[in-house]
């Protein structure tokens, strides 16, 4: 293979030849050896991802974002509403957040909705409305961006977000690593884990290396949650990477009722924090009313979440 | 509909009409009316289980074997081998998990492999090496019966498990529901909660009511875990249903690193307890042994499980 | 490995060394490899079915039943309603689709149903019936066996069927092994094709090796289908093994409106036969009335699949 | 409900009321509706979507591309490489494809790749090849846009294609919907049919309705093939929707050797054309090479597709 960096070694069986192939595997193209007729199998041994691999960078990787660490020794809360609607509604919600324990405002400006017929966000106005609230209470924003075009408008929002449906949006990913912010990189509804990876990849090619991931729910047969939180998905990351991992329990199930049981959940099994749909009213949200706390029931939860924190010697 | 005692309401829209159904909807064939040219499309609004409904049975129920109690306020954990293989073995591992403190002792004689050429279990032999293990420590026993032909060696087995591929092997749910004995009812691997909840009410028609529910992993996409545990069945299940729910982390993920973690979601979320693999040496165990705990790490777990059942006010 | 009849070839590389393994490994238990702390991952290379394997049987296996020959060059259509109702019902059927060409009559005496509350089959009686309608059509009789106790009622059954739930019920298929009767083995709702091929290897393993596979739908995310058709299984089985397979439309996407046309692309593709619902009053159909075919519809799909039949060279 | 145009019709259940609303219902929320307290579900009974939905447009539509049609009576091959490469690969292969009948030409140009290492296209050179080819030979350009960045660049490409990663980039099919130009549209890789209808919605909104739907694999549990070709999809849509549908074969299952069995599938089960990947020297493609069609191969397919679209009756 003179084309590549990599070593032959042949085993030979009785029925099968295995070819064992070392060095820079990593620009090997898997599916060409695949098309040759005298092969049957290709078998990649190595993870494909490198920075964002814990085998070459075994320290915890932490966040900051103006004096919050996300990551190790922190369980960092993300609220706020689905949708920014108001400056009324979000400042109230903002201050009453804050008030329960939150780190950080979340809001949606840009909307990603299934129908186009559907409320599709306050756009530009809406990233206004977080700038206020922000300087209002002091909270750090995070704010999804849905495409490239719109990126100029996110000089002042903290912690970028890629969504669900972006998570495969390369040229959005690599735009994103050009920049020296946060990014929190939500999976993909049917995106692996080893997936979710590659496109932190795709970022820390870039030179961005500040990528927090978010798991909220894969897709499966289930239909009595909207979508299945994969819980497992938080060890397991935690040892193929070193960077931080969050939680979205308001779009994994989908289910106001269960949020905070699954948050607990997501605190004991080592994630490092939540992103959580809070709305005053959620029965007039403009979107995903279902899924959203009240106030009251956020303050609830939290007061939950700092019992089991400090049973892990976690700040909230 | 003369031959169901329903009653039918129309509701008349400008393109469609709904006529909603009300009554002993049970037993009408949703196939049978889904046939008919007219209609486009049948929707069930309620739930086709009875016994197992917590509408009809708000009171959670609380299975009792030999004095302990499964259910409400108590966090159970059933532990031991995948596979018993020698008295040695399972009685050395039986003490070990009770000094942790297991209520229960689990492990597998009749052993349901993927392959012919595994080893299947040591039968019948091994239902006897769980009662001696009974006698000699006090510990109830779980076991799983694979096939109605077995039940009769099943006598002085505490808790009979039905095992995910047998979750709608409805010949052997209607016998299980003529006993008056515990039975632990394993999620099949892409069952519906809906479905497991129609395998209980098998059970339960036959007048069988002891019955524990047990979330084991669902079938995705996701190849980095052997199964996706389904955290959020808990919380959803405990909604619907009044009888108890445990969780198997073992088989959940496959990864014996990841199962003190995922016990401990499943404390936080709200299981009413575990089943959990343990091997004196996974290196050499008989099946499954890239899952199990050495009894070391399940003390490590029991430890941090029973500050965790504190702050929930359980008994472990 | 003194345990295992292999070798151990290493090969070294920077970061990871690889150990090669060849020999008889069907033997090696990868769990139990996977399980050592100095182990990261094992991958098998081989496939671990030997019977079912066409690399070891490269020749088509031809199933025979009175005359009929299913595979290589056949195309066999088994039709007939979901549950036998009544004689009159299933000889009107019989009838029916022995004229438009079917080769086996198909119907089910034991149903396993979801609901405990639903019609569970005729039974015994049911296969009465089937034997009756054989007689005095001549066309063989396929019919599924639930479980182990009613196997001795199937003496006079041509093919005996194991239903999708029961693909991995070991203890049956270890019985059905010690035939010397087609068996129709149904692919599980979530089974692999691997483990498709794995049960088929637990009856070969007893020494019957007349075995149909059949493609029925595999649960996903998608619920506009019962199922999703599998249809790449078809050529994907072709390659991995030798025993015939063949396509049950019906169940596939439980929509009777869309059999022919799936039923056409199973000829298309390679599949060596059908398996058809058939009802000669869906409406009032026992069971899965929606997925049924009108004689009328059958007899159109019939004459349909003949002429495409040409195309391939298959009799039909 | 004042706030929306639909009138309530109460049907009053001994346990339940179900209220059944009639009206311009998709302008409702059914997230809204679902969190308020005294509601326990809420199904919609008609389908969201209204441009694309059949029931208001019963006429298939036939999208025109110089003056070759893709719809009811024509079944149109797309064929060419995974991506464009050079000058002399894209013309040799245009030409080949076009002798054995293909009537489009597709390459990549912008190429996503879930590695940042891997090719990532030519990108603006490459769309120049497929013009300069498209003189050549004649033959209509498809190829994918990425990103709305990119669309400029598009005005002498004759389908634009929307890939699955970005089925739901809402951003980029909002401005498609400004175009009036064919968008072929491919399902998501977890889209439910519904959401591919949807998606095709947003597009159409905008005032574009020339869109081919694209099948090209749904992603589940399945390892042995890249995706699950969703076959049963065709019948589906059709029912559902007037829009023409293909399917692509080469990515449903990622293995060169079915794509032939996929394509006559695809014809048969009712599809409106294919989208195949050919490559004049697969073991040396830059993409995706286990997947492609030799020429040779290509041409003894198109020679069996033709005999199937006479039975048919349609024009290849």
Redesign the interface.
């Known amino acids: 293979m003179s084309k590549y960096d990599v070593k032959i070694?042949p085993?030979?069986?009785?029925?099968?030849t295995?070819l064992?192939l070392?060095?820079e595997t990593?620009?090997v193209?898997i599916?060409?050896l695949?098309?040759?007729d005298i092969v049957e199998?290709v078998?990649r041994?190595?993870e494909?991802?490198k920075k964002a691999n814990r085998?070459f960078h075994p320290q915890d990787t932490i966040v900051e974002v103006q004096n919050r660490k996300i990551g190790e020794g922190h369980f960092s809360v993300m609220a706020g509403p689905c949708s920014v609607e108001s400056e009324e509604q979000l400042t109230g919600i903002a201050k009453a957040v804050q008030a329960s324990g939150a780190a950080f405002l979340r809001g949606g400006a840009f909307k990603?909705?299934?129908?186009?017929?559907?409320f599709?966000g306050l756009g530009p106005a809406g990233l206004e409305l977080l700038i206020k609230a922000k300087i209002e209470t002091g909270l750090p924003i995070v704010t999804e961006v849905?495409?490239?075009?719109?990126l100029s408008a996110f000089d002042d929002v903290d912690i970028i977000q890629v969504g669900a449906?972006?998570m495969?949006?390369?040229?959005?990913l690599?735009e994103l690593g050009r920049l020296r912010k946060p990014i929190l990189l939500k999976r993909g509804?049917?995106a692996?884990?080893?997936?979710l990876l590659?496109a932190a990849?795709?970022i820390m090619?870039g030179g961005n290396e500040q990528i927090i991931l978010c798991e909220r729910g894969?897709?499966?047969?289930?239909?009595?949650?909207r979508n299945?939180?994969?819980?497992?998905?938080?060890?397991?990351l935690k040892?193929q990477t070193h960077l931080p991992i969050i939680v979205d329990p308001s779009h994994?199930?989908g289910?106001?009722?269960?949020v905070e049981?699954?948050s607990?959940?997501?605190?004991?099994?080592?994630a490092d924090g939540l992103m959580v749909e809070v709305h005053n009213d959620?029965?007039?949200?403009?979107?995903?009313?279902?899924?959203?706390l009240t106030p009251e029931a956020f303050d609830h939860m939290m007061s939950e979440l700092k019992?089991?924190a400090k049973?892990e010697n976690k700040n909230i």
Request: with cysteine; glycine share 4%; hydrophobic share 40%.
């Open positions: 070694n085993i030979v069986g009785t029925e099968t295995v064992g070392v060095g990593q620009s193209d599916h060409k695949r098309s040759m199998k078998i041994v190595q494909p991802y085998a990603p909705r299934t129908s186009p017929y559907a599709q849905m495409d490239l075009s719109q449906r972006n495969q949006n390369f040229t959005l690599k509804m049917s692996t884990m080893r997936e590659m990849e795709y090619a894969i897709r499966t047969f289930e239909p009595a949650t299945t939180l994969d819980i497992s998905a938080i060890p397991v040892r994994a199930a289910l106001s009722w269960a049981a699954l607990k959940a997501a605190l004991a099994v080592g959620p029965q007039k949200a403009l979107c995903d009313g279902d899924q959203a019992r089991y049973l």
